[in-house]
Nanobody
Framework: QLQLVESGGDLVQPGGSLRLSCKAPGVLLDSYAIAWFRQAPGKEREGVACISVSRGTNYAEPVKGRFTISRAGARNTVYLQMNNLTPEDTAVYYC???????????????????WGQGTQVAVSS
């Protein structure tokens, strides 16, 4: 059964970088669309980035040019590289997956069936 485990969250200063990992122990993610979401205190969960099975990507406007989602050489892992972080990026970050082996596109709407437990990212000086 698919489980998603996020890691890499930390406290960083504004302008810093982090790389988040989403791992599926024992399961290849080749046939899954994967997305990253985040939820800041007092705010609704929002989509950040997604990657399709054919590596098509989609990003939310606030993170375009700063965040990059990618599939790792290890086929059970997806990364979210976050650069030039700001305090507004502070949130719990979640990865999510949908079985979708045929679609070349993905969505950052929360239409995903499997979710991880989240990893905390804090950006502060």
């Amino acid at each position: 059964q698919l489980q998603l485990v996020e890691s890499g969250g930390d406290l960083v200063q504004p302008g810093g970088s982090l790389r988040l990992s989403c791992k599926a122990p024992g399961v290849l993610l080749d046939s899954y669309a994967i997305a990253w979401f985040r939820q800041a205190p007092g705010k609704e969960r929002e989509g950040v980035a997604c990657i399709s099975v054919s590596r098509g990507t989609n990003y939310a406007e606030p993170v375009k040019g700063r965040f990059t989602i990618s599939r790792a050489g290890a086929r059970n892992t997806v990364y979210l590289q976050m650069n030039n972080l700001t305090p507004e990026d502070t949130a719990v970050y979640y990865c999510a997956a949908n079985w979708n082996p045929r679609s070349p596109i993905c969505t950052i709407l929360p239409h995903y069936t499997k979710w991880g437990q989240g990893t905390q990212v804090a950006v502060s000086s």
